[in-house]
Structures are given as structure tokens and as C-alpha cells.
Antibody, heavy 120, light 110 residues
Framework: EVQLVESGGGLVKPGGSLRLSCAAS????????MTWVRQVPGKGLEWVSS????????FYADSVKGRFTISRDNAKHSLYLQMNSLRAEDTAVYYC?????????????WGQGTLVTVSS | QSVLTQPPSVSAAPGQKVTISCSGS????????VSWYQQLPGTAPKLLIY???KRPSGIPDRFSGSKSGTSATLGITGLQTGDEADYYC???????????FGGGTKLTVL
């Protein structure tokens, strides 16, 4: 059974940093691109960042470029999102998702999400 | 303001059919596959449709997808109260070099 479990969310002050993790199981992690999507409670989905299966390609939304870094450790079956210079508008539930098709257009499994709150 | 445009809400009676539109442009919908996601209250999104019209295993054939030009459409027939959810379209945008989602459509089954 495919499982994605996010962790690392919490309360952080503006300007602070946080590292999110996503532990994957039930599939060959190194075969799949992975993505972070966030959602402000009560609002729509916003794509954050994607990474190819071998980390050769990384993509970022303009809203996080230069502040967030996506990475992965295929040996540990884990996806990460390092978030620096956090702002109030980064407050959201962050989901990791598996890219089922390899072209960043089909997210077939999602984690349960981890809440990040940026507030003083 | 989302790159892909969806109606904020749609509604229909149980047993009826509803369609949800997703409007984009040549840099996203025209040249890339569209997916649709269902998000029930308090849960993570779930893939409903991929590659414009394909259904993952376990998704009933009451759900269908289509694409024409700069627009995609999700259709749901035989509406059930359990279909009440937010629905999102998504695809890759070749100009932005990123994933884009619609703003979401809230389906109410009256």
C-alpha cells in the first residue's frame, strides 16, 4: 500500500525556518518524481515545488523561489522541503504527492498534510 | 488569481448530472494532460481523472473527463450526497515551468 506521511510542521515566527519531511513507503520511491502542494485552510490548492526522480530537475513556484529548497534522499525514501525566510502568507497545510506519470501532471497519491503556521 | 479558471460552485439534485469546466491557455491545457482531483471536507485531495479522461482504478465510471482546445471538463453522473466536495483541475504550464491548479469548484448535491 502506498503511503506518504508528512512531518515537521508547526508554529514558526516570521523570518524563521522549518524543514518538512515526507516519508514514503509501498512503492519504489526512486522511480517517481515528487511534489509539494500547499493549501491555506478554506482556500484552493497551490503548487509549491517538484523534484524529478533522480533530483536532476527541481521546479519552484515564484512565490517560494529563493526561499524554499526541495530535496530527496532515495536511500531513505524521503522527500524534504527546507523553508527559509518564512512569511505569514506561507501559513498553510503542506501536502507531499507522488507524480504518477512523470510529467508533473498527475498526482496519484497524497499524504495527509502537515500544518505550517507562521505567526509572531 | 488562478491560472486555470473554474466556476466557484455548482449544484444539482441527487441522481442528476453536473459538469465542471476548467479554462486555461495554450501554455497549459492545450499542450499538456489535465488531471482532476476531489477533496472531501477535511481530507487530502484524491486523483479522479488523469491524462484528460482516464480514471485510476477504483474510480467509478460516473466520473468522466474531456478536453477540447483551451478547456477541460469534468462530468459526474448519478450524483450522490457523498460527491459533495471541492473539485480541482490541474496541469503543467510550459511557460511558467510549473504546475497550475484551478481555483476549485464546490459541488453541492441538493
Amino acid at each position: 500500500e502506498v503511503q506518504l506521511v508528512e512531518s515537521g510542521g508547526g508554529l514558526v515566527k516570521p523570518g524563521g525556518s522549518l524543514r518538512l519531511s515526507c516519508a514514503a513507503s509501498g512503492f519504489t520511491f526512486s522511480d517517481y518524481s515528487m511534489t509539494w502542494v500547499r493549501q491555506v485552510p478554506g482556500k484552493g490548492l497551490e503548487w509549491v515545488s517538484s523534484i524529478s526522480s533522480s533530483s536532476s530537475y527541481m521546479f519552484y513556484a515564484d512565490s517560494v523561489k529563493g526561499r524554499f529548497t526541495i530535496s530527496r534522499d532515495n536511500a531513505k525514501h524521503s522527500l524534504y522541503l527546507q523553508m527559509n525566510s518564512l512569511r505569514a502568507e506561507d501559513t498553510a497545510v503542506y501536502y507531499c504527492a507522488r507524480d504518477g506519470g512523470g510529467y508533473y501532471d498527475r498526482f496519484d497519491y497524497w499524504g495527509q498534510g502537515t500544518l505550517v503556521t507562521v505567526s509572531s | 488569481q488562478s491560472v486555470l479558471t473554474q466556476p466557484p460552485s455548482v449544484s444539482a439534485a441527487p441522481g442528476q448530472k453536473v459538469t465542471i469546466s476548467c479554462s486555461g491557455s495554450s501554455s497549459n491545457i492545450v499542450n499538456n494532460y489535465v488531471s482532476w482531483y476531489q477533496q472531501l471536507p477535511g481530507t487530502a485531495p484524491k486523483l479522479l481523472i488523469y491524462d484528460n479522461y482516464k480514471r485510476p482504478s477504483g474510480i467509478p465510471d460516473r466520473f468522466s473527463g474531456s478536453k477540447s482546445g483551451t478547456s477541460a471538463t469534468l462530468g459526474i453522473t448519478g450524483l450522490q450526497t457523498g460527491d459533495e466536495a471541492d473539485y480541482y483541475c490541474g496541469t503543467w504550464d510550459s511557460s511558467l515551468r510549473g504546475v497550475v491548479f484551478g481555483g476549485g469548484t464546490k459541488l453541492t448535491v441538493l
